[in-house]
């Protein structure tokens, strides 16, 4: 597992001091540290597509935002995606739970979204990579690095037990 406080760290020293999304458990131990570190401001949202519109407005006005939600919500956001932050060409980093594989096939839905969520990102043309202890350094400086240089949105999809137990 990677430690909450090192990914934190991390994307304080990229400039990233605010953050909103939907909760989920696979980032539990992240977002509990993510409430009690004075360098961020978290702010839940209700809906993916909600906090999109929260993360854009704080990239406009203040600076550099992530966002954190399941893959189910990746259909909720499919307007904001295309009709917002690839439109107005805002860099967005967002972390989305790969839920649906093995061994959390537990219910219809999760099953059905890890089944078609590269599928998905594929079709928004978002870039996106899988996140794993060993090589969360290297695959987060290269989404940075995609992310500013096509000006879009970027996904790090997470599997469980890589951020949080």
């Not at 131990?29 to 929260?54: N, V």
Request: proline content about 4%.
């Amino acid at each position: 597992m990677i430690e909450s406080a090192d990914f934190l760290s991390y994307l304080t020293d990229n400039g990233y001091t605010f953050s909103t999304g939907v909760p989920c458990s696979y980032f539990r131990d992240l977002l509990i540290d993510l409430e009690k570190d004075d360098r961020f401001t978290y702010l839940p949202a209700t809906r993916e597509d909600e906090a999109m519109g929260i993360a854009t407005g704080y990239f406009l006005g203040a600076g550099k935002t992530f966002l954190i939600m399941q893959n189910s919500g990746l259909a909720n956001i499919g307007d904001a995606l295309t009709s917002l932050t690839q439109l107005y060409k805002i860099p967005l980093l967002m972390f989305v739970s790969y839920r649906g594989l093995e061994p959390d096939r537990d219910f219809p839905e999760h099953i059905i979204m890890g089944d078609v969520t590269k599928s998905v990102l594929d079709a928004y043309q978002i870039p996106y990579w899988v996140i794993e202890e060993h090589n969360w350094k290297n695959v987060l400086d290269n989404a940075l690095e995609i992310m500013e240089e096509l000006s879009k949105p970027v996904c790090i999809l997470v599997k469980k037990g890589v951020l949080s137990d």
